[in-house]
């Protein structure tokens, strides 16, 4: 049974710096955790794109790797970046929206949460699985055995992916906090799929289509790793823009997002 | 504002759209006082709550937290709170919501004092989507006291309990109450009000209709009622002192009364064939419909 000393309430309303930043490093870790933990998520997310990426990107497409080195890294890249948008895009939009119907968003707002805790959990949680699932990427690819990546592209390809979620974890933030539970994971797999096959992640798309590869995050994602890597053949984009682009984009969901949530809850 | 007054309601109006749900409240809790909060849905009662959890803003009048604004989180960091109607994260595990809970307080309970003191320590590795209704409102309650909270705000906090739980968490009011915490819970459950409060106040059409003791509010409207067959003219009896209200229902009179014994002497004097004679005592639920009955 408890004794009365340790049930008296506490006075100290001030918070040390170092408590703050554990408060939004377990909110992190448990958001992390938990999702690792759902299979619905976890298996497509995480066990999905290498397996895929090993069948399209290597053995279907060996012939014309064989015939052009730069296809295998352009390959490769692509699945990476498609396996770093869905955790960001359904883990932060699918889950915003059903906690916002369900009253939890009101809960943390009114506990003391630290502010921006909740969405910042949402975002690490969306990086720390890009992180994970393009080391699969790599993995596998090395042991494939077709990219021609050194050890720094392929570090500098993890870190630029990692990060690279951010502008799809943006966009999810906007659809979780404008649209319901039950609304949040059709709307984004409106922009999921279209933006996997129309950003020319895996192959060059027809003449009109290639023009709107313009209008995809994804594009600018891809054209950031492809030119920090140095797979100049496939460069149709200046570094650069690519990345301006890609703050913009995050940026601006991120914004409408916060505006709307705090409107909203 | 005094110290000892944890958090308040100043003349207090709250609009949403053309409704108005809280209109001029006024509403203090004291130090270590537990208030009880009653009315009917619609009432008011959830929106008091959110405007000390700086979920909403005033349209008029002055909410105070812990000496300063409910949306300042350091004033939060004084409270612990259980809501209607919340689904906690889902995959979680009970052990781990709790200590999710902790890291938001400076000076919080460790997790293992927070279940022993709500009864969880049996649920701790369960996942919370997989508990029952009252499993899940006794793990919401272990969130709202993790951080030992000054001011504890508890909606409707056992609805869905059975007996066992119920008075479980209502022996671990009592004890933090005692401890000096202070505790505003809504209830429609009355004798949970006659069970654990100081103060009953009780809200109708957002408007405070009646403030005090458990015994005060009951003698407040509660009166008694006198019940008997009288051929009596029901308006000449509604002049006389201490009666409230009289009224006819085919033939059987019933006056509402503050004032029983008085009352009863006068007719009985004045009406030798009175018959069928009934004198009731209101408990606070007669009470309460009572006071939502004359605001509405």
């Known amino acids: ?265 | 504002m005094t110290a000892s007054i944890v958090a308040s309601l100043d003349v207090v109006t709250r609009r949403y759209g053309n409704t108005v749900a809280l209109d001029g409240v006024s509403l203090d809790i004291a130090r270590g006082e537990l208030v009880a909060l009653l009315g009917p849905n619609g009432a008011g009662k959830t929106t008091a709550i959110s405007l000390w959890l700086g979920l909403a803003h005033a349209d008029a009048g002055r909410v105070t937290l812990l000496g300063g604004s409910p949306f300042d989180v350091a004033q939060r960091r004084g409270i612990g709170v259980m809501m209607q109607d919340v689904t906690l994260t889902h995959g979680m595990r009970v052990h781990e919501l709790i200590e999710q809970a902790a890291s938001y307080y400076p000076d919080p309970l460790s997790v293992a004092d927070a279940m022993a003191m709500t009864s969880t320590a049996g649920l701790a590795s369960k996942v919370y989507d997989k508990l029952s209704g009252g499993q899940k409102r006794q793990v919401q309650f272990a969130l709202a006291v993790v951080g030992r909270p000054s001011v504890l705000f508890l909606d409707e906090p056992t609805v869905g309990l059975d007996v066992q739980a119920r008075e479980s968490l209502w022996s671990a009011i009592r004890k933090l109450r005692k401890a000096g915490c202070s505790i505003l819970l809504t209830t429609h459950y009355l004798e949970e009000a006659e069970a654990l409060a100081d103060r009953v106040v009780v809200l109708a059409r957002g408007r405070v209709v009646a403030s005090g003791s458990v015994n005060e509010v009951r003698s407040i409207v509660s009166r008694r009622k006198i019940r008997c067959d009288s051929a009596l003219d029901e308006r000449e009896l509604s002049q006389w002192p201490g009666v409230i209200k009289a009224t006819r229902d085919e033939g059987r009179l019933t006056l509402v009364t503050a004032d029983a014994e008085a009352v009863l002497r006068r007719l009985l004097a004045s009406d030798e064939r009175l018959a069928n004679l009934e004198v009731q005592q209101a408990g606070l639920a007669e009470a309460f419909v009572e006071l939502t009955k004359e605001a509405a």
């Open chain 1, 1 to 265: 049974m408890m004794n009365t000393a340790t049930i008296t309430p506490a006075v100290a309303l001030h918070m040390p710096f170092a408590r703050v930043l554990r408060a939004y490093l377990t909110d992190a870790k448990f958001e992390a955790l938990r999702m690792l933990r759902a299979p619905a998520f976890a298996i497509p997310f995480l066990l999905i794109p290498a397996p895929l990426y090993l069948l399209f990107g290597v053995v279907i497409a060996a012939d014309g790797i064989s015939k052009n080195p730069q296809v295998g890294n352009y390959l490769f890249i692509g699945f990476s970046v498609m396996a770093v948008m869905g955790p960001a895009l359904f883990g932060v939009g699918s889950t915003l929206a059903p906690e916002r119907d369900q009253g939890l968003t009101r809960l943390k707002r009114a506990q003391p949460q630290p502010a921006g805790s909740y969405l910042i959990a949402k975002l690490l949680m969306a990086m720390f699985f890009a992180l994970v699932v393009t080391g699969m990427m790599i993995i596998a690819a090395v042991l494939a055995g077709k990219i021609t990546l050194g050890a720094g592209d392929m570090a500098a390809l993890a870190a630029i992916l990692t990060v690279g979620a951010l502008p799809f974890c943006a966009i999810g933030l906007c659809i979780g906090a404008y649209f319901s539970g039950s609304a949040a994971p059709g709307i984004t797999n409106l922009i999921y799929m279209p933006m996997i096959y129309l950003s020319g992640l895996f192959f060059p798309l027809p003449g009109f289509l290639q023009k709107f590869v313009v209008i995809w995050p994804a594009f600018y994602l891809q054209q950031l790793v492809v030119a920090v890597t140095g797979n100049t053949q496939f460069q149709f984009f200046p570094l650069l823009s690519a990345l301006t682009v890609l703050v913009s984009v995050t940026v601006l969901f991120g914004g409408l997002a916060i505006r709307r949530l705090a409107r909203v809850g």
